[in-house]
């Protein structure tokens, strides 16, 4: 049993790890520092990035071109871009340490699903650094950018799964509620993808003004913000529908609470970005709640037939 919590609290730094890369990746997007290390794996052809500009390498011009925002060496950019791929790499390991530990403990026990879907969260880090490589490779086109969630989202749910094999918690019997969790969950998951496209297009608008005057960029986006804006409420709405149903059940009740202060805290980021003219602090965290918001309603989900 010791064993068992051992690796129930090993998947749970997978997850909270996955959230870091997820908060760091929209920093890192926000900040314009993506090109911050122009170069993958290495950043200006070193493993540790220069701290200044005469620590670069002889030949500092080849990268320094692929860059459309730095010109010159921007050191906040490129360590900043340096410490998102630590923290990615962090996550890899602490992976690698789930994998083999689930091939040697449970493979041939009847927990053997766990080893599947731990094999399921690597080959989705491998696909996640697979899309790195691609977004520096192609200067970060903005689809790359969106493709680059995914796995995130994926890896997230997989580590609940793998927590939800090992509790072995008995389900809860209440099919209006697992309707509506299903319901909450397809609306928040088209929300987020409407969200990606605003962001891709802001990325779009914000390189025309030369990455200045951020507070017009919402000006120049197109339809997909309104429609963005209106769905927002039709998602609050189920899954406010969702909190309510889910306190008739005690086991339910802490995840509820969790899901009904993000609903609030991703509709106050919401407002703050368009009656704020998008200030830099409110972006990473609202994809970074909204991502924790689908995941938690999918995690409920698990709990109800």
């Known amino acids: 049993m010791e064993t068992n919590r051992a690796f129930i609290r090993c998947a749970k730094w997978v997850f909270y790890l996955t959230f870091l890369v997820i908060f760091m990746g929209t920093f ?5 520092s993506g090109m911050g290390c122009p170069d993958w794996p290495r950043c200006f052809g070193k493993w540790i990035p220069p701290m200044n500009a005469g620590q670069l390498p002889p030949d500092y011009e080849k990268y320094l071109s692929r860059q459309d925002i730095d010109h010159t060496f921007n050191a906040a950019h490129t360590w900043t871009e340096y410490v998102n791929r630590l923290c990615g790499l962090a996550l890899g390991i602490m992976i690698v340490v789930l994998i083999v530990w689930a091939a040697v403990k449970y493979f041939h026990t009847n927990k053997k699903s766990v080893f599947y879907w731990s094999l399921l969260l690597f080959l989705l880090f491998l696909s996640e650094a697979l899309l790195g490589w691609a977004l520096v490779a192609s ?7 969106t493709a680059h969630m995914l796995p995130a989202l994926l890896m997230a749910a997989s580590c609940v799964v793998i927590i939800f094999l090992m509790e072995n918690k008995d389900k809860i019997l209440d099919s209006r509620l697992a309707l509506f969790l ?8 088209v929300q987020i993808f409407m969200g990606t496209q605003v962001r891709s297009e802001v990325d779009i608008v914000s390189k025309q003004f030369n990455y200045m005057q951020r507070e017009i960029w919402l000006q120049h986006v197109g339809t997909f913000l309104q429609v963005h804006e209106i769905f927002a409420w039709i998602a609050a709405l189920c899954c406010f529908i969702v909190v309510g149903k889910s306190f008739t059940h005690h086991a339910l009740q802490r995840r509820a609470v969790i899901i009904l202060i993000l609903v609030l805290a991703e509709v106050l980021l919401g407002l703050i970005m368009t009656q704020m003219r998008m200030p830099m602090f409110a972006q990473p965290l609202h994809l970074l709640f909204s991502s924790i918001l689908v995941v938690t309603v999918f995690s409920q989900l698990l709990r109800v037939k």
């Open 28 to 32: 890192v997007r926000t900040t314009h």
């Open 139 to 145: 200067n970060l086109n903005v689809w790359t950018l």
């Open 182 to 189: 299903w319901i909450a969950l397809v609306a928040l998951l």
